[in-house]
């Protein structure tokens, strides 16, 4: 499973920014993909993440501000990020989890650089 991001970049504290993630490649259905972010030297925390049912969980940091979406049918998930502040910066990583599809094994892209300045 390839997972491929975009739409990371620089804005000002309170701006906003949208994140995609288009993955490829599954014989599986996938049922789960997620947000995680990273900063250097910490773990790589998850942000969102949102089940084909339509459920979704979020970090309490990050609760009201960032939204989870997907497109029906598509193996293509958004993370709608607003009121930026700078400790969001981080490398935002899309992930498809073992709990996602039957290959019992975490899928992850390679990260996109969001960068929020104050």
């Known amino acids: 499973v390839q997972l491929v991001e975009s739409g990371g970049g620089s804005v000002q504290t309170g701006g906003s920014l949208r994140l995609s993630c288009a993955a490829s490649?599954?014989?599986?259905?996938?049922?789960?993909m997620g947000w995680f972010r990273q900063t250097p030297g910490k773990q790589r925390d998850k942000v969102a993440v949102i089940v084909s049912t339509g459920r979704t969980e979020y970090a309490d940091s990050v609760k009201g501000r960032f939204t989870i979406s997907r497109n029906s049918g598509e193996d293509t998930v958004h993370l709608q990020m607003n009121n930026l502040k700078p400790e969001d910066t981080a490398v935002y990583y899309c992930?498809?989890?073992?709990?996602?599809?039957?290959?019992?094994?975490?899928?992850w892209g390679r990260g996109t650089q969001v960068t929020v300045s104050s």
């Open positions: 992930t498809v989890p073992h709990s996602g599809t039957s290959y019992n094994r975490d899928f």
């Open positions: 490649g599954s014989i599986f259905p996938i049922n789960v």
